[in-house]
C-alpha cells in the first residue's frame, strides 16, 4: 500500500477519519482501515499522533543517516543453508567494511537457530534470529513479514537477497512494503566512496548492457544477487557474533498460500545454478543422439548437460536445462558451448561462466566474442577425441 | 466474483498486465563496437504475456466473466492492447502520461495497482513472469503486495474450483501444487500454454475509436504525481555500459585430435579438469 496503518501503533483516537479529505479512512474493531478512495495524499500521515499512518512518500525521502547496517537475507533449503547464501556474507563483509559497519545475516524459518555459527564463521557480526512454526521454506507472505518488521524496527541501510527463484519472489514484496527501491539480479555490488550509496550493477538487455543503479534517498536500499557470482570468505572456524533473537508476528492472512503437494518426481533435480562445469549445446548438436555425445563428454567432467532455448524445443533436452534470458542464468567454473550461435538470449545467462570454450564451426559466431578458448571446427570430431583425450588422462593418474 | 447460487456458476473477473517490449530477438550487437543496433526494432507484446493472456482467456471460457488488459506504456502500446483484443479480452485500459515515464519498478507496480484497484472488483490478476527488456520479475510480486493479495509466481497450471485458485508452480527441484484464495496474482511462463493468434476480424475491430479501449492518466485512477513515474522511483541509473570484452580469446588450430589434447592442456592448467 502507499498508505497504510500500523494497526499496533493505531491509538484509535479517530483523528485521521477526519482529517481525510476524501472520506477513505473508517474505524473498525477501534482502528484505522483506509479503503481504496485512498489517493495517499498524506493528509492523514500528518495528522497522526502516534505515527501509526506511514506512507511510501515518506519513505522516499528518508533520512538517510538514520539507517545503519548491511543485512544479508539468509535463505534454506530442504533444511540446508544455501551456498548463495554464504556468497551473499563474502559480498556483504566487503559492503560492511566500505561502510564501517556491521554485517549482519538474518535468518528466518522455522528452525534456524542452528545455523548462526556458520553465519558468523563466514563473516557476521551479528545474526538476527526469527523462528516460527509458520516461517515454512519458501513461503513468501510470512518471511516478507518477518523481514519487514525486523528491517522497519532495526533499519538497515543495505539488504541483499539472493537471486534465487524465491528470493526474487520475496525481495519484491518486501520492497513494495516497506516503500524502497530493488535493484534485480545483481552481479556487482560496490560503496560509492562520496556519498556512501549502494552502487548496484546488474546486466539488462540479455547481458548487452550493464547498468549501474543506485538508490539516493531511499532507505534500505535493497538488491538480490545472482547467485555464483559472489565469493564466499574461507570459513575462520571459532568467529563469533552476536546472536539476537527477534520477535515474530505472523498473521493469519500470512498463510493465505497453502502447499498442497511437491511432486518432486516430476522433475529430475537440475540445479544449474550451483554446477561447477556445464556442457551445453545448441542447434548445432542436432538431434536427441548428438546430445548423447554431450552427456558422455558431461560424465568424464563430472558435468551439467544443459543447452539453448532450440535445444529444448525440438525436444533433444528437458526445459528445466535451459540456459539464458527465459532459462536459468548460470556460473559455473567451465562452460562448453558446443554447436551454439551465443543468441543475446543465450548469453545473458552463461557470461558469467568464469571459463568458456566454444565450439562452432562459423569463425564469425557470436559466441567467440565471449569465449575464452575458440574451437573452430565441428564438435561431431572435436568432442569425440577430447573425450578420448579426457579418458587418457584419467588412467595417466 | 459474480456467482449464480442456482446454476452453481461463479464468473472470473480477470485483469491481465501486457508490457510492450522491442524484441530484443532483433536487437543485434555491433561486432565492432560491443553496442546494440536498436534501429528499425518492432514492438512486441512481451513474450510470457501472451501466455499471460492466452491463461485468462482460458479461465474465462471455462467459468465466464470478463478479461482486462491493462498496460502503462507510451501512447504506442496501444497495439499491444489491440493485439489483446484481437486474441479476445473483452477491454482494455492504457495507462499512458507522461508523468508515468520513467517509472522502475516501485512506481509500475504502484501505478498498476492504483488502476486495478479504480477498475474495481477483480478476482485474478495475471501477468508475464518476467519482461524482456528489463528482465526483473519483479513487478508481479509488486502488485501483488500492493493489492494485498497471495501470489504463485511461475504458475504453469491454473484452475478456479469452488472459488479457489489451484495452481502448479515450477520449482527448482518439482513442481509444486498450491492453493489459495481468490483474489490472488499469478505469473506464467511460456511453459504455461500455447498463446492462441488474434482473431483477425476482432483485431481490425480493435482499430475502431469506439473499441473498449480507456486511455488513463494519473488522475484517472487517483495517482499520487509523487509516486508515479521517475519521481515516485527510488532506483536511479548512475550509468550503464557496455561489458569489457577484455577477455583474450585463445584460438585453438590443427586437426580436431591435437586441438582436444591441446583444449585438455589448458583445462588443466586451469585446475578444471
Ligand atoms: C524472448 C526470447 C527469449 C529467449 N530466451 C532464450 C534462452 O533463455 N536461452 C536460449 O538459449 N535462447 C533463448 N532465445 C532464443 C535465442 O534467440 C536463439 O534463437 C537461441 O539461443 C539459438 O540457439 P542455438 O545457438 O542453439 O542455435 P543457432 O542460432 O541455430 O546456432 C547453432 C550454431 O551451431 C553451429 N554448428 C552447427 N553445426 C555444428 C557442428 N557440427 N559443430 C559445431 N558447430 C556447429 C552453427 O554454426 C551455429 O552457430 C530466446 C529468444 C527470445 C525471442
Ligand atoms: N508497464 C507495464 N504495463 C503492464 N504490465 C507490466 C508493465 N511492466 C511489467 N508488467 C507486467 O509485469 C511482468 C513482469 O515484468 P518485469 O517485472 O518488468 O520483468 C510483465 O510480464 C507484465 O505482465
Keep these: 500500500m502507499a498508505v497504510w496503518v500500523e494497526k499496533d501503533d493505531c491509538a484509535g483516537c479517530e483523528t485521521c477519519v477526519e482529517a481525510c479529505p476524501l472520506g477513505a479512512i473508517s474505524m473498525r474493531d477501534g482502528l484505522a482501515i483506509i479503503d481504496e478512495k485512498c489517493n495517499s495524499c498524506g493528509a492523514c500521515v500528518e495528522s497522526c499522533s502516534t505515527g501509526a499512518i506511514k506512507s511510501d512518500a515518506a519513505a522516499a525521502k528518508a533520512d538517510t543517516s538514520q539507517y545503519r547496517d548491511v543485512w544479508i537475507v539468509a535463505e534454506t533449503r530442504h533444511g540446508r543453508v544455501r551456498p548463495c547464501t554464504l556468497e551473499l556474507l563474502g559480498c556483504g563483509r566487503g559492503l560492511a567494511n566500505a561502510l564501517d559497519q556491521r554485517l549482519c545475516a538474518v535468518l528466518a524459518g522455522k528452525e534456524v537457530k542452528g545455523f548462526a555459527a556458520d553465519m558468523a564463521e563466514h563473516g557476521a557480526d551479528v545474526v538476527y534470529v526469527m523462528e516460527d512454526a509458520g516461517l515454512e521454506e519458501g513461503r513468501t507472505l510470512p518471511h516478507a513479514r518477518a523481514i519487514t518488521d525486523a528491517a522497519r524496527e532495526k533499519k538497515p541501510a543495505v539488504v541483499l537477497f539472493s537471486a534465487t527463484p524465491f528470493g526474487r519472489e520475496l525481495a519484491p514484496r518486501v520492497s513494495r512494503r516497506l516503500g524502497t527501491g530493488l535493484t534485480a539480479d545483481c552481479t556487482e555490488l560496490g560503496i560509492d566512496g562520496a556519498t556512501k550509496n549502494l552502487l548496484q550493477t546488474r546486466p539488462a538487455w540479455g547481458g548487452n548492457l550493464m547498468a549501474t543503479i543506485y538508490s539516493p534517498d531511499s532507505r534500505p536500499q535493497m538488491s538480490t544477487v545472482r547467485p555464483g557470482v559472489m565469493k564466499a570468505l574461507p570459513r575462520e572456524p571459532g568467529r563469533k557474533a552476536d546472536i539476537v533473537g527477534l520477535k515474530v508476528n505472523l498473521k493469519a492472512e500470512d498463510a493465505r498460500l497453502q502447499v498442497v503437494e511437491l511432486k518432486k518426481g516430476l522433475r529430475k533435480k537440475v540445479d544449474l545454478t550451483e554446477a561447477k562445469i556445464i556442457v551445453s549445446g545448441g542447434n548445432g548438436v542436432g538431434s536427441k543422439e548428438g546430445f548423447k555425445l554431450l552427456e558422455e563428454l558431461a560424465a568424464v567432467l563430472g558435468a551439467e548437460v544443459a543447452g539453448t532455448r532450440i535445444a529444448v524445443e525440438e525436444g533433444w533436452i528437458t526445459a528445466d536445462r535451459q540456459v539464458g534470458q527465459t532459462g536459468q542464468s548460470v556460473c559455473p567454473d567451465l562452460y562448453i558451448a558446443c554447436g551454439i550461435s551465443g543468441a543475446i538470449q543465450h548469453r545473458s545467462g552463461m557470461a558469467g561462466a568464469k571459463t568458456i570454450v566454444a565450439i562452432n564451426t562459423d569463425p564469425n559466431a557470436p559466441i567467440f566474442q565471449i569465449a575464452d578458448i575458440a574451437v573452430n571446427a565441428d564438435l561431431f570430431k572435436v568432442v569425440p577425441e577430447l573425450i578420448a583425450a579426457l579418458r587418457a588422462r584419467g588412467d595417466e593418474c | ?273
Design chain 2, 1 to 273: 466474483m459474480y456467482r449464480d447460487a442456482r446454476l452453481g456458476v461463479a464468473e472470473l473477473d480477470v485483469i491481465v498486465l501486457v508490457k510492450q517490449v522491442p524484441n530484443t530477438a532483433e536487437v543485434k550487437i555491433d561486432p565492432r563496437t560491443g553496442t546494440l543496433m536498436r534501429e528499425g526494432v518492432e514492438s512486441i507484446i512481451n513474450p510470457d504475456d501472451l501466455h499471460a493472456l492466452e491463461a485468462g482467456l482460458r479461465l474465462r471460457e471455462s467459468h465466464g466473466g470478463r478479461v482486462t488488459a491493462v498496460s502503462m506504456g507510451p501512447p504506442q502500446a496501444m497495439d499491444a492492447l489491440r493485439e489483446a483484443l484481437g486474441m479476445g479480452a473483452d477491454a482494455a485500459v492504457l495507462l499512458t502520461d507522461r508523468a508515468f515515464a520513467g517509472a522502475d519498478t516501485l512506481a509500475t507496480s504502484y501505478t498498476l495497482g492504483k488502476c486495478i484497484r479504480k477498475l474495481g472488483r477483480f478476482d485474478l490478476v495475471v501477468a508475464g513472469h518476467q519482461a524482456i527488456d528489463g528482465d526483473t520479475a519483479q513487478i508481479g510480486p509488486q502488485v501483488a503486495e500492493y493489492l494485498d493479495v497471495p501470489q504463485v509466481i511461475r504458475a504453469t497450471r491454473l484452475e478456479v474450483r469452488d472459488g479457489e485458485l489451484h495452481a502448479e508452480r515450477t520449482h527448482e527441484d518439482g513442481v509444486e501444487a498450491v492453493r489459495c484464495a481468490l483474489p490472488a496474482l499469478v505469473t506464467v511462463t511460456r511453459e504455461a500454454n500455447k498463446p492462441r493468434y488474434p482473431y483477425i476480424p476482432r483485431l481490425m475491430a480493435a482499430f475502431d475509436p469506439n473499441a473498449p479501449i480507456k486511455t488513463w492518466g494519473p488522475k484517472d485512477i487517483g495517482a499520487d504525481e509523487r509516486l508515479i513515474g521517475l519521481k515516485g522511483s527510488p532506483t536511479q541509473v548512475q550509468k550503464t555500459f557496455t561489458p569489457k570484452l577484455e577477455k583474450k580469446v585463445e584460438k585453438l588450430s590443427g586437426q580436431p585430435a591435437e586441438m582436444a589434447r591441446a583444449l585438455v592442456g589448458r583445462l588443466k592448467e586451469r585446475r578444471l579438469a
